[in-house]
């Protein structure tokens, strides 16, 4: 099983971007913390990070020959681009929406996610271990 996990914008700024909302974990501690956990369930892991929506939708394309699915935090496109859903619906990948904060109880337009209501699921408000609990919960529903 094969799984690519989707860094959205602005996510290279981790441990130095508003520690006291998205924490002290940088995105290299996240990606090392999701190949610990890969390795214990037996999956490959590949990971991206973008500012540019156009080079997630490539990514999503490209990489849905060889993904069985997708973990993605999707940073502020998760409230304006239809377009990152179009590439999932697409693609006919299952996919994981996750969030290091609760954006459930933070400004009122972080409370809609385009992708939410076709993701298999949806984790957020956990720090990096959302991303941990969005990669079991995609292997477990994949059957691994």
Do not use: K
């Amino acid at each position: 099983m094969r799984i690519a996990v989707i860094h959205g914008t602005n996510l290279r700024l981790l441990g130095s971007r508003e520690p006291e909302v998205y924490g002290t974990d940088t995105l290299d501690d996240v990606n090392l913390h999701l190949g610990e956990v890969a390795t214990e369930l037996g999956v490959d892991l590949e990971t991206f990070q973008s500012n540019h929506v156009g080079e997630i939708l490539d990514f999503i394309e490209e990489a849905a020959a060889r993904v069985d699915g997708f973990i993605i935090n999707p940073g502020a496109l998760t409230h304006t681009s239809i377009a990152l859903l179009d590439a999932f619906l697409g693609v006919g990948r299952p996919f994981v929406e996750v969030h290091l904060s609760n954006t459930q109880g933070r400004e009122s337009y972080r409370r809609h996610s385009y992708l939410a209501g076709s993701a298999s699921g949806v984790v957020l408000g956990f720090g990096v271990h959302s991303y941990l609990l969005g990669l079991r919960g995609l292997v477990a529903r994949l059957g691994g």
